[in-house]
Every structure is written in structure tokens, then in C-alpha cells.
């Protein structure tokens, strides 16, 4: 069977500095999605490299590209082979940990950002050709994806939150797909991923913002 692609960009990959669609442009999307679900630069990341990105991770540019990622740079940014000195720059202590243990996926990587008390722990995979996959969030598992429409709010955890941002999708028509909520504990800092159907996010982002105890929303598609 011949395998159908959303568009050429699938098949050629993306925009990208670096030498390869899975170990540099998959990676740094990989940091790109994990800052936008921790809401903020942390103070220091420790990432777990596994199997192939274990391997080659500097030859690759894998290493600077999860860092650009996690600065907020996009594939295609001339700063990406500076990343590590800007996170430098910036405070930002990186700590690479490649290991021998097997994983799930060849591509594989798992950062654990630390801000201050709170701290937050992200699996994630590179697919081909750009494409990614977050598989776990603080523990929990998950099947993420990039270039599906999410939300990602960090909120504290009072009652009511879920509820009011289910709200003000539905008053927009936006259908949810799929909803991940994980906390630090009660009544501390949540977060809320939420895959819906709709490409057209970005209006409500702003209304969600203005809700009682929420800190940061962010959006990809």
C-alpha cells in the first residue's frame, strides 16, 4: 500500500538548518513544544538521549537544535548553531545525558525542566521528516503530535478551569479531539493540553487568557 501524505513537505520535510529532518528539525520541534507546555525559560533542562539521537547527537546538531527549540526558535533560524552559548547567555544550564538504555523509538528524548521549585518532565520522539510525537507529560502518557491544532494552558488548580475553558470553545464551535490534564499537585500549577479540530485557535487564545487563575496559553498547529 503507498502511504498518503498531508502534502510534499511529508515526504522532502521542512524549512530546517542542519543535516537531518528527524535528528535536528524533529528535535528542535520537540523543544519548541515543550517550552510552549512549560509556559516559561526554565532555570535548567537535563535531557535523556536515547538510542540513534544517544549516538549521534552532536554529528547530527541534535543537541543544538532541542536547545533552540527550548529558546523558541523554529527549524529554519540562523541562530540555531548558537543555541547552546544563547542559553548560556541566558542562565539557561543544559545537562546532556546520552544512555545506553533502550526506548521505545530510535529518535528519542526525554528533558526535565526545572524552574525555580516547580518541575516538569517531557518524553518526545522525532517520526521523519520533521514530524514529532510527545509521548509522556509528568509521568502520564500521551500521543501528541505536532501539526494537530492544541492548546496548552499552565493554570493553578482550582476547580472550575477545565469547565471554563470547555466553554469558551464550545461559544467559538471549536470540537475538542483530545484533553490531557496533569498537575504538581493539588492546588498547585496544571496543565491543560487540548487537541481540537478546528485550525482557527489563535482568536480564542486571548479569551481563555483572561480566565481567573491562568498564567500562560499557547497554541501550535
Not at 513537505?9 to 542542519?18: A, E, L, N, S, T
Not at 539521537?53 to 527550548?70: C, E, N, S, W
Not at 475553558?165 to 487540548?194: P, Q
Request: glycine fraction near 10%; hydrophobic fraction near 40%; aromatic fraction near 6%.
Amino acid at each position: 500500500m503507498i502511504p498518503r501524505f498531508q502534502s510534499v513537505f511529508d515526504i522532502i520535510g521542512p524549512v530546517m538548518v542542519g543535516p537531518s529532518s528527524s535528528h535536528t528539525a524533529g528535535a528542535c520541534r520537540i523543544g519548541q513544544v515543550t517550552r510552549s507546555i512549560f509556559g516559561e525559560m526554565p532555570d535548567s533542562v537535563d535531557i535523556y538521549l536515547y538510542e540513534s539521537f544517544a549516538k549521534t547527537y552532536r554529528g547530527h546538531g541534535t543537541d543544538i537544535a532541542l536547545v533552540g527549540g527550548l529558546l523558541g526558535m523554529d527549524t529554519d533560524d540562523r541562530r540555531l548553531p548558537d543555541s547552546l552559548k544563547l542559553a548560556h547567555e541566558q542562565n539557561m544550564e543544559v545537562l546532556f545525558v546520552p544512555t545506553k538504555e533502550k526506548a521505545d523509538h530510535p529518535n528519542q528524548v526525554k528533558m526535565i525542566l526545572t524552574k525555580g521549585d516547580r518541575k516538569m518532565s517531557v518524553t518526545g520522539i522525532s517520526i521523519g521528516g520533521g514530524n514529532i510525537r510527545l509521548t509522556e507529560l509528568n509521568g502520564f502518557k500521551l500521543s501528541l503530535s505536532y501539526g494537530v491544532p492544541t492548546i496548552v494552558t499552565v493554570h493553578q488548580d482550582v476547580p472550575g478551569m477545565i469547565a471554563k475553558v470547555s466553554h469558551i470553545l464550545s461559544d467559538h464551535n471549536i470540537n475538542i479531539g483530545t484533553m490531557t490534564v496533569t498537575r504538581e499537585a493539588k492546588g498547585e500549577k496544571a496543565i491543560m493540553i487540548i487537541e481540537v479540530d478546528d485550525q482557527k485557535i489563535a482568536e480564542v487564545v486571548p479569551e481563555i487568557l483572561q480566565l481567573p487563575n491562568m498564567f500562560t496559553v499557547n497554541y501550535f498547529s
